[in-house]
């Protein structure tokens, strides 16, 4: 059986207490799966209106569940339903969206975690069917990691080497019929034990890459007819994460150390994946996902495990990022579609409204074309009995002045038409109950968020 690399961040459920919303991701939308605790294993944004996404029991997330989920109208409502007729047979490893209608499922056989199928529905879920041709992960060591698109037509689906080949097959007619690349176009595997991995492949146009258990990306610029492989030095645990903004530039999450003890790196390359360099110790990057801003040259992030329950984004190729201001939320995925339209998933609720499995972004557009600066300002004092003074060393003008209690509700606003520099604003919060607060200050082309604990 397989070993198959799984994210070494906290994947379960933990009890949905002191949280707060980043200010800029205030929409809550509801994944509707049918039961309470079940997180977003995978997410694919296909635009501003399609979205797909596959869960998981989040109280026991080494169960095999077949949930998927689809929204047509930007996330206000999700429809979902299983992809396959029970649990027992396959596992999902990969989800790919193509668009309103049409998504394709990777999966593995669970009794023997080998071999594998690809399903496909063209009714937006209500039936799949596989898509899988005779020949494909039939051998005792196949394993069906990805499928993917570049176009509506052309894709490929990535299984672990067979007889010292990885299994890559490529459709032009959207899965109706399939060609196995030849073992000359693709680079051979490092040694024997080292394999594809579920889940973990990215896209720009006509580029594909995907990881291996080895720390090395593999890379087509032709959509997949031939390949060319980096290692990233030292990821000797494996490839976890990778987001391409362009053709050569990229970011990639991949673990050092040994499988009973990682060590998360985060790694950039500017050669399209065939070299990479470790980024020392980001402050505020999320480790559970990361991907590109389409339209900008931004990546974002989202954190889950303890201690980085975090949703940041950088403007320098990974080197710094700043936190969206979220607190205590559990975010297992991310995926933008532009500059404007971006989601990040989390665990549901069905029977509870504000826990409902996925925020979508509600920034400003600006914030990212272009970047909006974040202002500096003081609190004090902090902690307050209530009044609570705000300094500006800059004077801002159309100032919006936002409170929101621990669940992301605003519980005070104002706006301050114009400041002076070193100006004391000065807000009386006494008739609020005690706890931790999040305060958001926002002008046309700024925003910025602080703590507050009323006590």
Not at 91 to 97: R, S, W, Y
Not at 111 to 124: A, C, F, P
Not at 188 to 197: D, M
Not at 351 to 375: C, D, H, I, Q, R
């Amino acid at each position: 059986m397989k070993k198959k690399l799984l994210s070494f961040l906290a994947l379960g459920f933990t009890s949905l207490v002191a949280q707060t919303q980043s200010p800029d991701w205030m929409t809550i939308q509801n994944t509707n799966f049918p039961q309470a605790s079940a997180g977003v294993r995978y997410l694919d944004a296909v635009d501003a209106n399609v979205i797909w996404a596959t869960g998981y029991d989040g109280t026991a997330p080494s169960r095999n569940y077949n949930w998927f989920t689809n929204s047509i109208d930007g996330g206000t409502t999700f429809t979902s339903g299983n992809v396959f007729p029970d649990t027992s047979t396959y596992v999902i490893a990969a989800l790919e969206g193509a668009d309103a209608t049409t998504a394709y499922v990777t999966a593995f056989v669970k009794s023997t975690g080998n071999k594998g199928v690809v399903y496909k529905t063209t009714n937006g879920g209500a039936a799949w069917a596989n898509i899988a041709a005779v020949n494909m992960y039939t051998a005792s060591a196949s394993f069906a990691n990805i499928t993917c698109f570049t176009d509506a037509l052309t894709g490929i689906t990535m299984g672990d080497p067979v007889s010292g080949e990885y299994e890559i097959h490529r459709t032009t007619d959207a899965g109706a019929t399939w060609t196995k690349i030849a073992g000359a176009n693709i680079p051979n595997p490092l040694n024997t034990a080292e394999y594809g991995l579920t889940g973990v492949y990215t896209k720009n146009g006509n580029d594909i890459w995907f990881g291996t258990n080895n720390g090395r990306v593999y890379h087509s610029a032709d959509a997949g007819l031939t390949w060319t492989v980096g290692t990233i030095t030292g990821a000797t645990v494996g490839v976890s994460k990778l987001a391409f903004r362009d053709n050569l530039n990229g970011l990639c999450i991949a673990y050092s150390g040994s499988a009973a003890a990682p060590v998360t790196g985060l790694y950039v390359t500017t050669d399209g994946g065939l070299t990479w360099t470790q980024i020392a110790a980001p402050a505020n990057f999320g480790e559970n996902d990361i991907c590109r801003i389409p339209g900008t040259n931004m990546y974002a992030s989202c954190g889950a495990g303890t201690g980085n329950t975090i949703l940041s984004y950088s403007t320098d190729d990974g080197q710094n990022w700043t936190d969206w201001g979220s607190i205590g939320i559990q975010y297992l995925q991310i995926d933008f579609v532009d500059n404007i339209n971006g989601w990040a998933a989390s665990f549901a609720d069905p029977a509870n409204a504000s826990v409902g499995g996925m925020f979508k972004y509600s920034g400003l557009a600006t914030s990212f074309a272009p970047l909006a600066e974040k202002m500096n300002f003081t609190i004090m004092p902090n902690p307050s009995n209530g009044l609570v003074n705000i300094i500006l060393p800059v004077a801002k003008s159309g100032l919006t002045i936002n409170v929101l209690d621990a669940l992301g509700k605003v519980v005070y606003s104002e706006v301050a038409i114009s400041t002076t520099v070193g100006d004391k604003k000065q807000l009386n919060l006494d008739f609020l109950p005690k706890g931790l607060y999040s305060l958001n200050l926002k002008t046309a082309t700024e925003s910025s968020f602080g703590k507050i604990v009323l006590q």
